[in-house]
């Protein structure tokens, strides 16, 4: 297929709208199910280069829930506590596949409401079966199995959007896009996040091990498909705290920082036990967990439990201008940091990690993403 027709733009007011290859060659996507918008699209294809880089970069099936092109959360394959199952209403038996999209939309159920959701791996009848009870707007992957497409034409009264999408597709070494009128074009950003730029450790602490190397690889590699300003928590293969879009990057730490402690406070025992109303939807019981934690747990309760966590991975898309960033990581729990480096500051910014025995790698890598 040579185009798609939308229905709009990212406004009802915005016709005509399409997607098609520049050149005038095939489209490398094909709608499997559904019509998908164009706001669908940004969300998908956006998507979709965040799960291959992460798979590419881990070797491990990745999944990623977006919204409003950033990501809600990413995630790596990795099995579910039962604590995980809990928090991230996970039942049943899940493939590799299953639980990388339990974790990526377990990281901000809030957030990933309506989301579209991205496979780098064939999508399996397990990983259909989670989206079903979910508000989800779409699913992007290479493949579907027979069961699992038969399964998702079930949602949204048969129109789920569903879009498969050529695994072994690379775009042209050059993007273009207009804004007023006036044509942008820049170098294709394919610079590959690797163990490498996590060498340049700049800390007293060198101790970095393969499980946060993993998290702080997902940070980046999230970062680098998050609208910047943006910072990245990431534990245990997925991340639980996303700040994204923000004009100052201490507003970035903090946003995704609290978001990396609503996280971990989903797994306070007064949480864990809450008993819901038979029939209530997976949503409605996200927004009384959130309104329990916030209204109901005492500050004592929540500083007392947050105070158990520690080994936090954090990225950043750019460097960190004073050390108050890394004081505000150090309260939830962060004990791993990649960076850029290159501010005047970074003796400040590295003798508070120091401070807080932290592990700091300078990457020497920018991940604006506009």
């Known amino acids: 297929m040579k185009e798609i027709a939308l229905k709009y733009g990212c406004n009802p007011n915005q016709k005509p709208a399409r997607i098609f290859m520049a050149e005038g060659g095939e489209l490398p996507v094909e709608v499997v199910n559904g019509r998908p918008g164009y706001i669908n699209f940004m969300?998908?294809?956006?998507?979709?280069?965040?799960?291959?880089?992460?798979?590419?970069?881990?070797?491990?099936?990745?999944?990623?829930?977006?919204?409003?092109?950033?990501?809600?959360?990413?995630?790596?394959?990795?099995?579910?506590?039962?604590?995980?199952?809990?928090?991230?209403?996970?039942?049943?038996?899940?493939?590799?596949?299953?639980?990388?999209?339990?974790?990526?939309?377990?990281?901000?159920?809030?957030?990933?409401?309506?989301?579209?959701?991205?496979?780098?791996?064939?999508?399996?009848?397990?990983?259909?079966?989670?989206?079903?009870?979910?508000?989800?707007?779409?699913?992007?992957?290479?493949?579907?199995?027979?069961?699992?497409?038969?399964?998702?034409?079930?949602?949204?009264?048969?129109?789920?959007?569903?879009?498969?999408?050529?695994?072994?597709?690379?775009?042209?070494?050059?993007?273009?896009?207009?804004?007023?009128?006036?044509?942008?074009?820049?170098?294709?950003?394919?610079?590959?996040?690797?163990?490498?730029?996590?060498?340049?450790?700049?800390?007293?602490?060198?101790?970095?091990?393969?499980?946060?190397?993993?998290?702080?690889?997902?940070?980046?590699?999230?970062?680098?498909?998050?609208?910047?300003?943006?910072?990245?928590?990431?534990?245990?293969?997925?991340?639980?705290?996303?700040?994204?879009?923000q004009q100052s990057r201490i507003h970035c730490t903090r946003l995704a920082g609290d978001k990396a402690d609503l996280w971990h406070l989903r797994r306070h025992p007064k949480v864990l036990e809450l008993k819901f109303a038979p029939g209530l939807k997976r949503a409605e019981r996200d927004n009384e967990i959130d309104r329990f934690i916030r209204e109901e747990l005492t500050e004592d309760e929540k500083r007392g439990f947050l105070a158990k966590f520690s080994g936090v991975s954090l990225g950043s898309d750019a460097f960190f201008p004073f050390g108050d960033n890394i004081e505000r990581a150090a309260a939830s729990g962060v004990k791993y940091v990649a960076q850029p480096g290159g501010s005047i500051r970074d003796d400040n910014v590295i003798e508070t990690a120091d401070k807080y025995g932290m592990v700091m790698a300078f990457t020497g890598v920018r991940l604006f993403h506009h």
């Open 43 to 245: 969300d998908a294809l956006n998507s979709w280069q965040l799960v291959r880089a992460l798979k590419r970069a881990t070797g491990k099936p990745s999944a990623a829930s977006f919204k409003h092109v950033s990501p809600a959360g990413a995630a790596i394959a990795r099995p579910l506590s039962d604590e995980d199952r809990l928090a991230f209403f996970a039942e049943g038996e899940l493939s590799p596949i299953a639980t990388a999209y339990a974790r990526a939309r377990g990281a901000d159920r809030l957030c990933s409401y309506g989301d579209w959701a991205a496979l780098s791996d064939v999508c399996d009848e397990t990983a259909a079966r989670l989206l079903v009870p979910e508000v989800s707007d779409g699913i992007i992957a290479p493949g579907y199995t027979p069961k699992a497409l038969e399964i998702l034409r079930t949602k949204r009264k048969g129109g789920y959007n569903v879009v498969r999408i050529d695994p072994d597709y690379e775009p042209r070494e050059i993007e273009q896009r207009d804004i007023f009128g006036i044509r942008f074009e820049q170098g294709y950003n394919s610079l590959p996040i690797t163990r490498e730029c996590l060498g340049n450790i700049v800390t007293r602490n060198k101790e970095l091990g393969d499980d946060a190397a993993d998290d702080l690889l997902l940070a980046l590699i999230t970062l680098k498909y998050t609208q910047s300003n943006s910072v990245c928590y990431a534990q245990d293969g997925q991340t639980i705290g996303v700040g994204a879009g």
